[in-house]
């Protein structure tokens, strides 16, 4: 059973850092498509990363520079460090994964994991 965690979320002032890391379980992380997904206030979802199975990351231009996609595969973790925050980066952020026939990034993610709460006060 695919299942996603989420964790690291939390509140901060603009310009600082957030990590965060998602373990999964019921599949190695490395063998499907990732990325992080948030939902602002405004209900916006974006995709703001994503890494493929030969681990070439994507990026939103409006976090391009600032946050840095990872897999790894010793913790089966996707983990996603934010810098230089922004109050427009608050929202849920999503950690999601592709079937595993699905070989590129999209909109279109198969599971979700519960979410984690971001919060960047200017």
């Known amino acids: 059973q695919v299942q996603l965690m989420e964790s690291g979320g939390g509140s901060v002032q603009a310009g600082g850092s957030l990590r965060l890391s998602c373990a999964a379980s019921?599949?190695?992380?490395?063998?499907?498509?990732m990325a992080w997904v948030r939902q602002t206030s405004e209900k916006a979802r974006e995709r703001v990363a994503c890494?493929?199975?030969?681990?070439?990351?994507r990026y939103a231009s409006s976090v391009k520079g600032r946050f840095t996609i990872t897999k790894n595969v010793s913790k089966n973790t996707l983990d996603l460090e934010m810098n230089d925050l922004e109050a427009g980066d608050s929202g849920i952020y999503y950690c999601?994964?592709?079937?595993?026939?699905?070989?590129?990034?999209?909109?279109?993610?198969?599971?979700w994991g519960q979410g984690t709460l971001v919060t960047v006060s200017s």
């Open positions: 999601v994964a592709s079937a595993e026939y699905k070989t590129g990034c999209s909109d279109d993610y198969d599971y």
């Open positions: 019921g599949f190695i992380v490395n063998t499907v498509v």
């Open positions: 890494i493929d199975r030969e681990l070439v990351p």
